[in-house]
């Protein structure tokens, strides 16, 4: 395994070797495979899950982490463009975790280097790691990731872990999958062209949310906007509240990538269905997994 930049850079082999080196680390998250090893962490877009757990990964396993978390204090301020900044990091790093605004960043960083890249979120594009996060999530619920009924609410247009999620769940056998959104925020075609199982788009969460097993809710995200008027429009499209909980099945559960803005009623929080804190928890192991997975010797 080399560089990750998109949910199809992992074989379904791959994943579930993930899971089963993730499942280790949820018990203990200590290691030494990447002893001697550094690990560059290239965030020019804000974030706190993903570089803080990518951060604790590699310590975890005994590697050493340089980088930045916003392109202040770069010299991508003087003007340096992407390409050059990733040719400075692969002279000083063994791997190069990448997050950016712009569509393709990642792609363009593993082009220009030889190190691995991975792609911790690049604009609206994918973020194949959070996803690893999710299904790790679901797996441990249910035990499989297979035949259960998904139900994606929110943002699918611009949110780069649907993108991820969507194109993963193309290397299992889901039963069916709803795309819930507003008919501005319908998932791009490019996307549901390549999707190999059953799907149903819809704009009612009420209609189907009794077949549901997994539900995962995004936010509607306003830097993604370029008009500010149709995300006023929209920001509040759906809350799951109590309500829209207690019609769901009594083993189904909700998922979040996080950060949350008021789609999710912080009074779900208690309740059974909520595994997205416990979702959140599992970050540093599974990205102690890739890691091992991709640098280990």
């Given amino acids: 395994m080399k560089s990750i930049i998109s ?15 993730a499942s280790k680390f949820v018990k203990e998250q200590k290691g030494d495979s990447l002893r001697g090893k550094t690990v560059a ?13 990518f951060n604790k990964a590699v310590i975890n396993l005994g590697g050493n982490v340089i980088g930045f978390s916003g392109a202040e204090g770069t010299s991508v301020t003087k003007g340096e463009n992407l390409a050059d900044t990733i040719r400075m990091l692969d002279n000083y790093s063994d791997a190069i975790v990448i997050r950016h605004k712009f569509d393709g960043a990642a792609k363009l960083a593993s082009e220009v280097t030889d190190k691995p890249v991975i792609n911790a979120g690049d604009g609206k594009h994918e973020h194949p790691t959070q996803t690893l996060i999710d299904l790790f999530t679901v797996f441990n619920h249910f035990g499989t990731t297979d035949g259960l009924i998904y139900g994606l609410l929110g943002d699918l247009k611009y949110a780069r872990t649907v993108n991820s999620f969507l194109r993963m769940l193309t290397r299992f056998k889901p039963k069916s999958v709803y795309l819930i959104s507003p008919p501005q925020l319908r998932p791009r075609n490019e996307f549901l062209e390549e999707l190999n199982y059953p799907y149903k788009i819809t704009s009612n969460v009420y209609d189907v949310i009794e077949d549901i ?15 500010e008027l149709e995300y006023e429009r929209i920001k509040e499209s759906y809350i799951v509240d109590l309500n829209l909980v207690s019609k769901m099945k009594k083993d189904s559960i909700i998922l979040h990538p996080l950060p949350r803005v008021n789609e999710i009623d912080r009074r779900v929080d208690k309740t059974a269905h909520a595994k997205y804190f416990e979702q959140a928890s599992y970050g540093v192991p599974v990205r102690m997994a890739l890691l091992e997975k991709i640098l280990g010797e």
């Avoid at 992992?10 to 899971?19: A, K, N, Q």
């Avoid at 962490?41 to 993903?50: D, Q």
């Avoid at 997994?214 to 008009?227: A, C, M, P, S």
């Fill in 7 to 21: 949910s199809y850079d992992l074989t379904r082999e791959d994943v579930e070797e993930i899971f089963k080196l």
């Fill in 41 to 53: 962490l290239a965030f020019f877009e804000p974030s706190t899950r993903t570089y803080l757990s």
């Fill in 213 to 227: 097993d997994v539900l995962y809710v995004t936010r509607i995200q306003k830097e993604r906007f370029l008009d």
